[in-house]
């Protein structure tokens, strides 16, 4: 079965690069995403690579994936405060008539001053 | 923007009484999801909806139900409500297409049993 695994806690100094990495199991996957959850909200799409991508970028952001490795990472350049938030990693498989998303249990990334 | 809307923030119960967790989207979506969040456990799938009438069982569906009569609303059921359901509950919304249907997320329910 599929399986999402990432670290569960990242504490980075303002300023500095956050890396938040991520293992999926399922060779299959189309697409796979980053999510963001602030304190007591939904997730929200960050960003998301297709599965055919090595590397994608947005503004801040640059997803890199490794399909061989089946490894995913998101970096976060010059971290603000306003990053801490938990990230989640999720891939998609098709599974009937929808694809249905598999999340990893999210890393929390704390940025201090 | 897509809004999903979930009908309470805040939810207290007793054990035993019937809770439903409504969930509403504005986008004409077809597949709505429940989701449920327990620190460390991340987000588990209860059941999910591809269309009106249709659900399919999640990873962890005991204890729940659901309905979906009309397209934008899916509701999630707690026949009799325990205390290890207590925890945040998450609905979502996609569109169905070639691949990558981007989830949208409602603010989530917290659920306290007593």
């Known amino acids: 079965g599929e399986d999402v695994e990432q670290s569960l806690f990242l504490s980075v100094r303002e300023g500095d690069s956050s890396v938040i990495n991520c293992t999926y199991t399922d060779s299959s996957s189309t697409y796979l995403y980053w999510y963001k959850q602030e304190p007591g909200a939904g997730l929200q799409l960050l960003t998301y690579i297709f599965s055919n991508m090595d590397m994608k970028q947005d503004q801040r952001l640059t997803v890199l994936l490794n399909k061989k490795d089946k490894h995913l990472s998101l970096r976060i350049a010059d971290t603000q405060t306003g990053d801490s938030a938990i990230y989640f990693c999720?891939?998609?498989?098709?599974?009937?008539?929808?694809?249905?998303?598999?999340f990893g249990r999210g890393t929390s990334l704390i940025v201090h001053p | 923007d897509v809004k999903v809307t979930q009908s309470s923030r805040y939810l207290v119960k007793r054990t035993g009484e019937k809770v439903f967790l409504e969930c509403v989207q504005d986008?004409?979506?077809?597949?709505m999801f429940w989701y449920r969040q327990d620190p460390g456990l991340g987000l588990r799938l209860i059941y999910f909806?591809?269309?009106?009438?249709?659900?399919e069982k999640g990873d962890i569906p005991e204890g729940y139900s659901v309905s979906r009569e009309k397209k934008e609303r899916f509701s999630l059921i707690l026949e009799s409500a325990s205390t290890n359901q207590t925890s945040m509950y998450l609905c979502a919304s996609s569109a169905t297409g070639f691949g990558g249907e981007t989830q949208y997320f409602g603010p989530g329910t917290r659920l306290l049993v007593l």
């Open positions: 986008m004409d979506h077809e597949n």
């Open positions: 909806s591809y269309d009106v009438k249709m659900k």
């Open positions: 999720a891939e998609s498989t098709h599974s009937g008539g929808s694809y249905i998303p598999t």
